[in-house]
């Protein structure tokens, strides 16, 4: 079921990993760990691809110039998980298994707290 062009499937998925999250404050974060604005390079160890992205809120998405909604299945999977971490991960009916290979740029860690 859609609505406004948005999976609500995936819009539980993000919903049922945030309710697993412990919260910490900004500047606890690890520097290897994907958060929101990070610069992630990931490898799909199904499909044997790589790929670089930054995570962003929904409406700055636009895989062409590398901005990976947090809500899409792959953003989510993604959140909250540290380079070297692999993730098995629904993604559209099957399950893929991607591999964190690097954090290229986080927030948090680059001391930008308030993007």
Request: charged share 25%.
């Amino acid at each position: 079921m859609k609505k406004g062009g948005r999976d609500q499937g995936d819009l539980a998925d993000l919903e049922a990993e945030l309710a697993k999250c412990q919260i910490v404050g900004s500047s606890e974060i690890p520097p290897n760990v994907v958060t929101l604005n990070s610069r992630v390079r990931f490898r799909d160890l199904t499909a044997g691809e790589e790929m670089t992205v930054t995570l962003v809120f929904p409406g700055r998405a636009n895989l062409s110039e590398g901005r990976l909604s947090v809500i899409s299945p792959i953003g989510t999977a993604l959140l909250g998980y540290a380079e070297g971490d692999v993730i098995e991960w629904k993604v559209r009916g099957e399950t893929k298994t991607f591999r964190i290979e690097e954090v290229l740029y986080q927030p948090e860690a680059a001391g930008n707290f308030d993007l």
